[in-house]
């Protein structure tokens, strides 16, 4: 039995990470089987190229370096632990997966996005989610959002939090350019709309795909 293949996107800001959580906690309470993890990392050697992609003292990273290293995680991930994951039926539910690469590295930083198609197909196996949510906000929204939780000790701003605002304009046009490219798999979600409401749609959502009971949703 294959498994279901569930990503969240999202610019700097927009609760994808909260909204995971609420997913997984969603999942489990219905006694589905699922698997949390996130791109980059997810792994031990992914964690590693995480760490070098986010360090604030990277800065002088090329955005093809930046690109490979991406590639790299993804490919360690989708072997460890994406595939095997959905070949034993479970559902995964990754914070991040190759939109991102197409929405920062391609729309972001302007690399060419046949190479990080041909990129993405290779790290990936071929696999692709069923379903993506992303969680559209404004950029400078959430570039305020993230401003806040800087604020707590020893929490230090990443090097994608650190670029212009031009930038993360990019990044969303991207991902709104993937969506309407592919609306059968990606819905588009205002992140301003509150945790809970969010939480609840999301979960109307994948218990309709994964066909759950109508009683069993929140």
């Known amino acids: 039995m294959q498994g279901f293949f569930i990503t969240l996107e999202g610019g700097e800001g927009s609760g994808k ?29 992914g964690n590693q190229i995480r760490n070098l992609l986010l360090d604030g003292e990277n800065a ?24 095997p994951a959905l070949e034993a039926g479970r559902i995964v539910v990754c914070d991040r997966f190759a939109d991102s690469t197409l929405a920062y590295q391609g729309y972001g ?14 790290a990936t196996c071929g696999i692709r989610p069923d379903l993506t949510f992303l969680l559209d906000i404004d950029p400078a929204v959430g570039l305020e959002r993230v401003s806040h939780r800087l604020a707590a000790p020893r929490v230090r701003r990443d090097r994608l939090e650190d670029e212009a ?32 409401n969010l939480a609840g749609e999301i979960g109307r959502q994948v218990d309709a795909r994964l066909g759950l009971p109508d009683g069993l949703r929140r």
């Not at 959580?21 to 089987?33: G, M």
């Not at 002088?60 to 595939?83: D, F, G, N, W």
């Open 17 to 45: 990470t909260t909204q995971l959580r609420a997913l997984l906690t969603h999942l489990r309470s219905l006694e589905q089987e699922a698997v949390e993890t996130r791109d980059p990392g997810g792994t031990s050697i």
């Open 60 to 83: 002088r990273m090329a955005p093809l370096t930046e690109l490979l290293l991406y590639e790299a995680s993804r490919a360690q991930l989708v072997r460890e632990i994406v595939r």
């Open 109 to 122: 930083r302007g690399l060419d996005l046949n190479l990080i198609g041909q990129l993405n197909e290779l």
């Open 165 to 196: 605002l031009a930038f993360h304009d990019r990044v969303r046009q991207g991902y709104r350019a993937l969506a309407a490219a592919e609306p059968g798999r990606v819905i588009v979600l205002d992140a301003t709309h509150g945790i809970l």
